[in-house]
């Protein structure tokens, strides 16, 4: 690459996430996966996927070795299976580390000019965005809900995350779109988690940036829930961003990017996740287009509902 982006800032003294969240709810709401594909495509490393330099003996846990890019070739550590997912961010295979078995998840991106880049503490060089933001969150204390990065490995034309791989799972969207409007309990049961990984992730100076149902794998047989691709995320800033910055999908998009010049993370946190709890009682998202979002009307389908939950409307 000719250029690196400009570096971000990393906020210092975050409040408290919950009671910023409830101001922000007040204030805000009254008024860019790891998803099934049908194509299975075989792994075939990149040319650029060879041993580097071996900087002398070492022993590092590799779950806990993501503090900087491994030395180790790639293809002596890790076998790589089937292609699970794919889109703008790259694709993901399942993998198993060799020397254990484990099974992971091996999400590999392609370098690009406009890749971010951000400055973390123990880093003398920034790192691209997603690399970055999830050795931020490998900072005690760790979250049972937010996906964790084992390794990752740069080389001249890609960069290769290994990640955990909750097994048996799928996105949050695949599995609202298998048992549409969900009871009440299993939402909460979800709800509870997105909550927690959203704290834990401001918490820690990151904003996701990209909070919707398809960025959360559940694990099917226990409903536990995982936070996933930081990509579009930043580095959480007190003076919020401009517009431009949102990079997540509209349907989650807080009216304020379409309103006004800046925006902040814990009311875009806020709106996100209000609409994903809409989203998984009513099968549906509660905004179909800009005008929608910025006249924040919403109506109800899901007439099992309780009805405190329907009498009034904090939108």
């Known amino acids: 690459m000719s250029e690196k982006p400009s570096v971000c800032k990393k906020r210092k003294g975050v409040g408290p996430f919950l009671r910023n969240a409830w101001k922000a709810m007040k204030r805000s709401l009254l008024c860019c996966c790891l998803s099934a594909v049908d194509v299975v495509e075989t792994f075939v490393p990149p040319a650029d996927l060879e041993p580097e330099p071996d900087p002398g003996p070492s022993s590092p846990d590799p779950d806990h070795a993501g503090v900087k890019p491994n030395n180790d070739s790639?293809?002596?550590?890790?076998?790589?299976?089937?292609?699970?997912?794919?889109?703008?961010?790259?694709?993901?295979?399942?993998?198993?580390?060799?020397?254990?078995?484990?099974?992971?998840?091996?999400?590999?991106?392609?370098?690009?000019?406009?890749?971010?880049?951000?400055?973390?503490?123990?880093?003398?060089?920034?790192?691209?965005?997603e690399v970055a933001l999830l050795l931020m969150m490998r900072k005690e204390p760790i979250s049972p809900y937010v996906i964790q990065l084992y390794d990752w490995f740069e080389h001249p034309r890609t960069f290769s995350l290994i990640m955990e791989f909750p097994e048996p799972c799928e996105s949050l969207l695949d599995f609202i779109i298998r048992d549409p409007q969900l009871d009440e309990p299993t939402a909460r049961v979800?709800?509870?988690?997105?909550?927690?990984?959203v704290q834990h992730c401001i918490e820690h100076g990151v904003f996701h940036n990209d909070v919707h149902a398809q960025n959360f794998l559940v694990k099917t047989n226990t409903l536990e829930l995982k936070l996933i691709d930081f990509g579009c995320g930043q580095l959480l800033s007190a003076d919020g961003y401009e517009r431009k910055i949102y990079r997540?999908?509209?349907?989650?998009?807080?009216?304020?990017?379409?309103?006004?010049?800046?925006?902040?993370?814990?009311?875009?946190?806020?709106?996100?996740?209000?609409?994903?709890?809409?989203?998984?009682?009513?099968?549906?998202?509660?905004?179909?287009?800009?005008?929608?979002?910025?006249?924040?009307?919403?109506?109800?389908?899901?007439?099992?509902?309780?009805?405190?939950?329907?009498?009034?409307?904090?939108?």
Not at 84 to 95: A, E, M
Not at 100 to 120: E, H, P, S, T, W
Not at 190 to 197: C, G, H, S, T, Y
Not at 279 to 293: K, L, Q
């Open 74 to 129: 790639f293809e002596t550590l890790y076998h790589v299976g089937e292609m699970i997912g794919s889109g703008g961010f790259g694709r993901v295979f399942k993998g198993t580390r060799k020397f254990d078995g484990k099974k992971v998840a091996i999400k590999q991106m392609r370098k690009i000019d406009n890749n971010c880049y951000l400055d973390i503490p123990g880093h003398p060089e920034p790192l691209v965005t």
């Open 248 to 315: 997540g999908i509209q349907a989650y998009c807080p009216p304020e990017v379409f309103t006004e010049s800046r925006f902040h993370a814990v009311p875009t946190n806020v709106w996100a996740l209000g609409v994903l709890l809409f989203e998984m009682v009513n099968a549906r998202s509660p905004f179909g287009n800009r005008t929608d979002i910025t006249q924040a009307k919403v109506t109800f389908q899901n007439s099992n509902l309780s009805k405190g939950n329907n009498t009034c409307c904090p939108w």
């Open 190 to 197: 979800l709800m509870r988690q997105a909550v927690l990984a």
